[in-house]
């Protein structure tokens, strides 16, 4: 049984996250089984964090994403999650940022093509260029703990009350750049008439995305300008992630 008097110092007590030096027998190397369960309300509420927005989806259903996986294990074992469950490292579970909690996900290893099914009931990671934070046991599953981080395809597992499964889904899009080879993409987030309320957003979404960006000042309004992005295949995965966290109204640009 977990005794609040008897955690270690709180949540933060180790500067630095570490692995078990030997594997203990109670780990899992089982996949969380996905099924029904309700969305806990109290998780549904926008929140700030390191002075960034994020806005919890309302359902999960129909989500993929791709990006750079992490784990974390003794500095947080033992401790609430934002659930308010006990985090078990041992356990296969994992922290999203914007996910309903909870939620189940088949996360790939692009790698080398393993794959795990994790109950997301944690926030975070709140790293730069992060989507999601593995738990140990799931990061050993995918062989993720020498390296520490790798690329990760993300597909939510969405069980509806009469036990319908929906897995993710990624849009079909080209990954080609407009047919005028001299143009560059951008996303527009943001169109503000405050200076210092658009630089203090870039500098965020900056950090957060790993793009950088410009702003455009036309008739009173400062806008700002996320890019220039590589190709329309990250271009488009970035727009519908930007749609997911709070920026309903960003769309595409193109310049010479």
């Known amino acids: 049984m977990y005794l609040a008097g008897c955690a270690p110092k709180g949540r933060y007590y180790q500067h630095q996250d570490s692995a078990p ?8 190397t089982q996949d969380a089984v996905a099924k029904y369960e309700s969305y806990a309300s109290a998780n549904m509420r926008p929140y700030i964090i390191r002075g960034i927005r994020y806005q919890p989806l309302k359902t999960g259903k129909g989500f993929s994403d791709k990006g750079h996986a992490s784990w974390y294990g003794q500095k947080f074992h033992g401790h609430l999650t934002a659930n308010g469950e006990i985090y078990d ?3 296969m579970s994992a922290a999203h940022k914007t996910l309903p909690l909870p939620s189940f996900v088949r996360v790939t290893n692009l790698t080398n093509g393993k794959q795990v099914v994790v109950r997301v009931n944690d926030r975070g990671p709140f790293h730069s260029g992060r989507v999601i934070d593995l738990s140990y046991a799931a990061a050993l599953k ?48 943001a169109a503000l008439q405050n200076k210092n309320q658009i630089d203090k957003l870039a500098s965020g979404l900056k950090v957060l995305y790993q793009h950088s960006y410009k702003t455009k ?40």
């Open 21 to 28: 030096k030997i594997i203990p027998q109670n780990v899992t």
């Open 89 to 91: 490292m041992y356990q």
């Open 142 to 189: 995918l062989d993720v703990l020498k390296t520490g981080i790798t690329d990760v395809k993300l597909d939510v597992i969405h069980v509806d009350k009469s036990g319908k499964m929906t897995v993710g889904r990624f849009p079909t899009i080209s990954n080609k750049i407009p047919s005028m080879t001299n143009q560059q993409v951008y996303i527009q987030v």
């Open 217 to 256: 000042f036309e008739k009173g309004i400062y806008k700002l300008h996320l890019g220039p992005i590589k190709n329309e295949l990250e271009a488009d995965e970035l727009l519908i992630e930007l749609k997911n966290n709070d920026y309903p109204g960003a769309y595409k640009i193109y310049t010479d």
